[in-house]
């Protein structure tokens, strides 16, 4: 089931119940998976190479602290370490949490 937290599958269930709380960004991993924006690129960290990202974040609710993972796409910005961020939690089963692509997207598909 974390995994399934992580890409965001099933979030809707949770979002629906409307609990929130802040969290806080504890770790950024740049992701294996990119998308490569013009059709030659010079090297592979070159500007034409955008990359996904892991985020790690934590989030309190009660006394209790839970952590979190989220999968970032490229296309939307990620948020830096230290950052703060909305988490959406089942109020039954705090540990469930939800949260959608933190900020607009940073390039629109196509650009």
């Not at 109020?91 to 900020?103: H, L, M, S, T």
Request: one cysteine or more.
């Amino acid at each position: 089931m974390k995994l399934l937290r992580t890409f965001g599958i099933g979030e809707d269930k949770i979002l629906a119940k409307n609990h929130s709380v802040p969290g806080t960004v504890t770790m950024v991993q740049k992701s294996y998976l990119y998308v490569i924006k013009k059709p030659v690129r010079l090297y592979i960290n070159d500007s034409n190479t955008l990359y996904s990202h892991f985020i790690t974040f934590r989030y309190v609710v009660g006394s209790e602290i839970y952590t979190g993972k989220r999968f970032i796409t490229p296309y939307y910005r990620c948020p830096q370490k230290g950052e703060k961020i909305e988490v959406f939690y089942d109020p039954e089963k705090p540990e469930n949490y939800a949260c959608y692509a933190f900020g607009p997207a940073a390039r629109p598909i196509g650009w």
